[in-house]
């Protein structure tokens, strides 16, 4: 028989996971026990101020009150009905997501990578029916530096080597073009294009953001040749940049738009791709689905969400407190530039000074969680934030660059 587990005795997480789990990620060694708002725990006791927010899914803070009682309240209720049956929160949900964000369908999922599968899969269905493009022959063009998902397809339009390194072969019908360039947009569009897939600000490859201009000229040559623009809005969607869509900020609209990490709250996976009824009406049933894709517990925390996005409170905090963000970040020695849009910035440091995953550690060692990426810090602290919470952020960045 196994003994039974001493109840007081502290594991050791970071061995366990070390033991037991695949190394497919290389965290800071930080053991996490609760949250709440922009902080954080460890099990040592020690408050941390989260300025990753789980890469946008963390945009209310953790643990905000009200998804927490929907989630309670749908779990004493009704968690999982597969499609086959209604339920009495999957139609209130697409329409008040629909209504959030100005579309006419909404098609949910789970995770972010799975609403930009899906997203692909129905440009192609629509391609093949309406535009007459030959079966099998459909192209969707791509942005170099893109991340959009870790999954075959996903990583099979990543230009990152370590995202697509022995994970070959890889899914063809993709054309990769830098991003920001209209005119190799344009040359690569043909006949057998179905789409034109982006992320409005490329958050992986540093929260870059395109020349002002450009994601019009993209809406339209999508108009000019018949093609259809695909927004992953992922990460930059739901007020992350102080719009409720980042194609708002350019007065742009997509066809269809990837949506997921915060739309689940902070608590679980919920994703969706919204857009026009005519495209998504390109599916019949059976031909796409998803187990958990709008089960009633994703439902109600997604509308949990969409009820704190329609009073557009978030909006403007990203707004206003974003710009003092920037402001106070532009501002540091070792600091060269500062990209982003809203409470989200790319800071690129000099160079000789310390960098990466040094910097993260050394800025747990004040407080501050924050991660590298691509040379540069990733600044994204939820959007319940305060602007003394953000002087704390800053000054521990300035401490550790200084």
């Not at 996971?17 to 053991?31: E, G, K």
């Not at 629509?126 to 022959?137: I, N």
């Not at 934030?385 to 300035?398: K, N, W």
């Amino acid at each position: 028989m196994n003994p039974t587990p001493d109840a007081t005795a502290t594991p050791d997480h970071i061995a366990v996971s070390d033991r037991w789990a695949a190394h497919n990620y290389h965290p800071l060694p930080i053991v996490l026990t609760h949250a709440e708002g922009a902080w954080a725990t460890g099990q040592d006791g020690r408050r941390y101020l989260d300025f990753v927010a789980g890469y946008s899914a963390l945009n209310f803070g953790h643990r905000h009150p009200e998804i927490v009682a929907a989630a309670k309240d749908q779990l004493d209720r009704l968690t999982l009905t597969g499609r086959s049956f209604h339920n009495d929160q999957f139609g209130l949900f697409c329409r008040e997501l629909a209504e959030l964000t100005g579309t006419e369908t909404v098609l949910p999922a789970n995770t972010g990578a799975e609403a930009v599968e899906s997203a692909v899969k129905v440009a192609r269905k629509w391609a093949y029916q309406v535009k007459g493009v030959p079966d099998g022959a459909a192209e969707i063009i791509v942005a170099g530096a893109n991340f959009h998902g870790r999954t075959t397809t996903m990583v099979s339009i990543s230009t990152d080597r370590t995202a697509r390194n022995e994970f070959g072969p890889f899914t063809p019908g993709f054309t990769v073009v830098p991003f920001g360039d209209i005119d190799a947009l344009r040359a690569a569009v043909n006949p057998n294009t179905a789409a034109i897939l982006l992320e409005p600000i490329q958050g992986e490859a540093g929260v870059v953001v395109p020349a002002k201009g450009y994601l019009a000229d993209v809406r339209q040559l999508c108009d000019d040749t018949g093609t259809l623009f695909l927004a992953d809005e992922v990460q930059c969607g739901l007020a992350r940049t102080g719009t409720t869509l980042a194609l708002d900020h350019e007065g742009v609209r997509a066809d269809l738009y990837a949506l997921g990490k915060s739309l689940g709250g902070g608590l679980m996976p919920v994703s969706a791709v919204v857009g026009r009824a005519d495209v998504l009406g390109a599916l019949k049933p059976g031909e796409h689905g998803s187990t958990f894709g709008g089960n009633p517990l994703a439902c109600a925390v997604g509308r949990a969400v969409v009820r704190l996005l329609a009073t557009g409170e978030f909006q403007e905090r990203s707004r206003e407190l974003g710009t003092y963000l920037h402001s106070r970040l532009g501002e540091l020695e070792g600091v060269t530039e500062v990209r982003g849009r809203g409470l989200w910035a790319g800071v690129q440091i000099a160079e000789g000074r310390t960098t990466g995953v040094n910097v993260s550690e050394a800025l747990a060692g004040r407080g501050l969680l924050c991660k590298e990426n691509q040379g540069h810090l990733r600044v994204a602290p939820p959007l319940v934030i305060t602007r003394e919470e953000i002087d704390f952020g800053v000054d521990a960045i300035a401490d550790v660059l200084g």
